[in-house]
């Protein structure tokens, strides 16, 4: 069941700062997502390949696509045909397979890389040490059928606000440090995707150009 007075109350706080909203469907039946399409949803993210190339061969064609999760080299092959944009891009190796497959499929696939901004072991992500390296490679320089469109992070799970507004400042202020020093043919320095049910508020006042909610939308799974 879609949560449609919540749905409603997030368009509304995102309305002024013209932020995306992702909805994620992980573990969501074809139905709901079918259900979310039907009342205008276009933009779906997943976390594991297996289920969104289930999902996107039983639902419409105009669905954006989105991953989220932790992708691995040797699933891109099945979702390059069809991906709008890849979250969770986090090595130099990762990038030039999935150019490969974009290639295959005559497609430039859009990357956000990964940055790991919160204080947890679990998360992945690129430091800035490792971004700098990365997008100064001259292998990096060669991938034309990828295009690098901004950044992604996930906050430290806490209830202390200050930390996650701290944590979403920094990863604003390291893509427009980016934004106005790096320039690449496949570059495109114009997205920020940051925030989820829990501080998705604090995210689109921190500068995030698109958020990725299911609970508050979906119920818990």
């Known amino acids: 069941m879609i949560n449609k007075s919540a749905l409603e109350q997030i368009k509304h ?10 909805a994620v ?3 969501h039946p074809v139905e709901v997502v079918q259900e979310a399409y039907n009342i ?10 297996q289920e969104l190339v289930a999902k996107a061969e039983a639902l419409p064609k105009d669905i954006e696509w989105h991953l989220i999760g932790h992708l691995q080299s040797n699933k891109v092959k099945h979702i390059a045909p069809f991906i709008h944009m890849i979250h969770s891009v986090d090595s130099l190796k990762l990038l030039q397979e999935i150019n490969k497959e974009a290639k295959k499929n005559n497609r430039v696939i859009k990357c956000l890389l990964q940055m790991y901004i919160a204080k947890e072991e679990t998360k992945f992500g690129l430091d ?15 991938l034309e059928n990828i295009r690098i469109e901004g950044l992604m992070g996930m906050a430290t799970n806490t209830d202390n606000e200050i930390i996650i507004q701290n944590e979403f400042h920094s990863l604003h202020k390291i893509f427009k440090t980016l934004a106005s020093t790096i320039q690449r043919k496949n570059i495109e320095w114009k997205e920020v995707s940051m925030g989820m049910t829990s501080d998705y508020k604090i995210a689109a006042e921190q500068g995030s150009t698109m958020v990725r909610i299911g609970s508050a939308i979906f119920g818990g799974r």
């Open 13 to 22: 706080n995102l309305q002024p700062y013209n932020t995306k909203l992702i």
């Open 25 to 27: 469907t992980k573990t």
């Open 40 to 49: 205008g949803l276009r933009s779906f993210g997943e976390n594991k390949v």
């Open 128 to 142: 800035i040490a490792e971004l700098t390296t990365l997008l100064a490679d001259p292998q990096f320089k060669e």
